[in-house]
């Protein structure tokens, strides 16, 4: 069974920083892409950045120059830095890892089950 984690998630007011960890454990062979999604109130789920097990990022527009994502392979964690934060920010924030779990097995991507981010006003 694969689990992914998060945490960080809180409460910070417009303007400030947070940082959201996941781990991602048991039985898995190799993590492929890692990435955070959210889901604000009443909006579809979104992805907000992603990083190959190589370091290529992506970013949403909307968080360009503000979130960092990075990730450590040995620990199987992922990280998102996110400064400047704004009131529609606020979300849950979700883990999402495309990984095989068996050499031979496919890909398949995991969830985590989200940890909310709210940025007040």
């Known amino acids: 069974q694969v689990q992914l984690v998060e945490s960080g998630g809180g409460l910070v007011q417009a303007g400030g920083s947070l940082k959201l960890s996941c781990v991602a454990s048991?039985?898995?062979?190799?993590?492929?892409?890692m990435a955070w999604y959210r889901q604000g109130p009443g909006k579809q789920r979104e992805l907000v950045a992603d990083i190959t097990s190589g370091g290529a990022v992506y970013y949403a527009d909307s968080v360009k120059g503000r979130f960092t994502i990075s990730r450590d392979n040995a620990k199987a964690t992922l990280y998102v830095q996110m400064n400047s934060l704004k009131p529609e920010g606020t979300a849950v924030y979700y883990c999402?890892?495309?990984?095989?779990?068996?050499?031979?097995?496919?890909?398949?991507?995991?969830w985590g089950q989200g940890t909310q981010v709210t940025v007040s006003s």
């Open positions: 999402n890892a495309r990984l095989r779990v068996t050499r031979w097995g496919s890909e398949r991507d995991y």
């Open positions: 048991g039985s898995i062979f190799s993590i492929n892409v």
